[in-house]
């Protein structure tokens, strides 16, 4: 399974692991992700997310619905 917010995308980038003697070598940088249950009153179900703490905070201020229809997660039952 891919490291991707399913709400903000947000997902790996690369970068160097830099050492005392500016030595670059290759590492990543993995996003915050969490697996989180919302309840989704239209649907009267539950719906299991894996979000960051940012797209946590999207959808308490914009509703889970407006969040799954911005990000375009289809919603199966």
């Known amino acids: 399974m891919a490291r991707v917010c399913d709400i903000t995308g947000k997902k790996t980038i690369s970068g160097h692991r830099v050492s005392h003697s500016n030595i670059k ?3 990543k940088f993995y996003p915050n992700l969490q697996y989180k ?4 009153e239209e649907e009267k179900c539950w719906v299991n997310l894996r979000v960051t703490p940012k797209g946590m ?3 308490n ?3 889970l619905l407006a969040a799954l229809k911005r990000s375009g997660v289809e919603i199966s039952k």
């Open 37 to 40: 249950r919302f309840w989704l």
């Open 25 to 27: 070598t290759k590492r």
């Open 61 to 63: 201020k914009i509703g």
């Open 57 to 59: 905070k999207i959808i």
